[in-house]
């Protein structure tokens, strides 16, 4: 089946640095990526997404790239922050399910 | 409700035995998906219920696993002849419309299972 990985599973970071986590995915016809954080005890959180006919898109301290060539997503975290300590999980989407990686724990230290 | 919420918080229960696990989605959402997460995992889809369309349960692991949505609101995942290999986080999203990947799911907190 269709698998969608991270290259890290653990990414350690001073705090105010900038974060960037990667994810590969193999499904080259899912059309839609989505990022989610989850913390602690609580289930994921919608971050950012990207659909496919884009390449880059910016949040509020976060920004998300799609290179569709190498099918390579990243999600670039400005500033981190000790609130950012977290899971994070990219997905893929083409149609009514997503496809979730296994997920990036996010350290964020003082 | 303010968000999906999801009953019981915790649940540990003996093997062999049966559980239920409850979803109340946000009001108004008419689409309810149902994952688990197992230990250092990312979320294995399990069923997909959108209005009032047969669900997609492509992604239960077996016959003991069912799950029912009443009224288009409130859904019900059971797990019958509970094994050890089922505990988990089970987690359920709802999404406005359904109308696919592209239509944004928030999560409820899950309910952690622990089969002794």
């Known amino acids: 089946g269709e698998s969608v990985g991270l290259h890290l599973p653990t990414l350690s970071v001073q705090e105010g640095d900038n974060s960037i986590i990667n994810c590969a995915y193999s499904?080259?016809?899912?059309?839609?990526f989505i990022w989610y954080k989850q913390e602690s005890g609580k289930g994921p959180q919608f971050i950012i997404d990207?659909?496919?006919?884009?390449d880059k898109r910016q949040g509020q301290r976060v920004t998300v790239l799609l290179n569709k060539t190498v099918k390579h997503l990243s999600l670039q975290i400005a500033a981190t922050q000790p609130g950012d300590s977290a899971v994070y999980f990219c997905?893929?989407?083409?149609?009514?399910?997503?496809?979730f990686g296994t997920g990036t724990q996010l350290k964020v230290e003082l | 409700g303010a968000g999906v919420s999801q009953s019981p918080s915790n649940k540990v229960t003996e093997k062999g035995k049966d559980v239920e696990l409850r979803c109340d989605p946000i009001?108004?959402?008419?689409?309810l998906y149902w994952y688990r997460q197992s230990l250092g995992q990312g979320l294995e889809f399990l069923i997909y219920?959108?209005?009032?369309?047969?669900p997609d349960k492509s992604g239960l692991p077996s016959d003991r696993f069912s799950a029912e949505r009443t009224g288009g609101s409130v859904s019900t995942l059971t797990i019958q002849r509970t094994q050890q290999e089922d505990s988990a986080v089970y987690l359920c999203?709802?999404?406005?419309w359904g109308g696919g990947a592209t239509d944004t799911q928030y999560f409820g907190p899950g309910t952690r299972l622990t089969v002794l």
């Open positions: 999203a709802s999404s406005l």
């Open positions: 009001s108004g959402h008419t689409a």
């Open positions: 219920f959108q209005g009032n369309s047969a």
């Open positions: 499904n080259s016809a899912s059309d839609y």
């Open positions: 990207i659909r496919s006919n884009m």
């Open positions: 997905a893929e989407g083409g149609g009514n399910k997503l496809t």
